[in-house]
């Protein structure tokens, strides 16, 4: 090969791979806003996100594939846990965490900052990020599905879609309270009861850890039957 050639190729292939990472990096940036959902970056959302950075979430925490791996993936959690578990989680750790062998220091968020995090929380949730992390891409499908189409729904992803957040089933969630075949098992309660208590525990149970869900009562109703038939007892009162 002629020194001529070598120059030849050098610059066509320099040149050539200049144009396509300029290109790319045009197109990233023209299609990021359509990608991030730029039009949904409401104020509230903006406030969550230096909520995030004001309490260092990153420290134990990984979102966007960023931070730290002692505690959850954040990026879908919001699909994961739901509004109001986030919120129980972040105001009182010690309580929700309290049989946990992670445990979540006391940072005491405010009302206020808690609400703007679980908007930030959403938002980022919503980004089109290639359905990373892939272990929560259930949780996403179940919660955009079980309110208007639940019978489209695996029960076992539809139930740990609400319950995964804190409860296991065949190894599958987090075992914050407990195993559901464990638990079903446990309690007495009957169907309205026990839907009664998803949507306000306090009423049932004045006091407990748990938060209320954010589940409609025909949701409700199918997690009831779902959690009641893993009795090992068919016997399950009226």
Not at 1 to 10: D, E, H, V
Not at 139 to 159: C, G, I, M, N, T
Not at 213 to 225: F, H, K, L
Request: proline letters at 5%; aromatic letters at 10%; hydrophobic letters at 35%.
């Amino acid at each position: 090969m002629t020194g001529k050639t070598a120059r030849l190729i050098f610059w066509v292939g320099t040149l050539t791979s200049a144009a396509i990472f300029l290109w790319q990096t045009y197109d990233f940036h023209m299609q990021t806003p359509k990608f991030t959902h730029t039009d949904k970056l409401t104020e509230q959302v903006v406030a969550g996100k230096k909520v995030w950075h004001k309490y260092n979430c990153n420290d134990c925490h990984t979102i966007l594939g960023f931070g730290g791996y002692y505690a959850p993936d954040m990026t879908k959690a919001f699909y994961r846990l739901g509004e109001n578990n986030i919120a129980s989680i972040v105001q009182h750790p010690d309580v929700m965490y309290k049989n946990s062998f992670r445990k979540m220091p006391q940072l005491n968020v405010s009302e206020t900052e808690t609400r703007q995090l679980v908007a930030f929380l959403r938002w980022v949730g919503d980004i089109e990020n290639r359905h990373w992390p892939p272990q929560d891409e259930k949780f996403v499908e179940a919660y955009k599905l079980r309110e208007s189409q639940p019978q489209k729904l695996d029960k076992v992803h539809l139930v740990l879609q609400a319950c995964g957040g804190c409860h296991t089933f065949e190894n599958q969630g987090r075992n914050v309270g407990g195993d559901l075949t464990t638990i079903a098992n446990r309690i007495t309660y009957d169907r309205q009861t026990l839907i009664n208590y998803m949507i306000n525990p306090q009423s049932v149970r004045p006091g407990v850890a748990m938060p209320p869900q954010d589940v409609s009562p025909q949701t409700a109703g199918i997690i009831a039957d779902f959690i009641l038939s893993l009795k090992s007892t068919k016997e399950v009162s009226k």
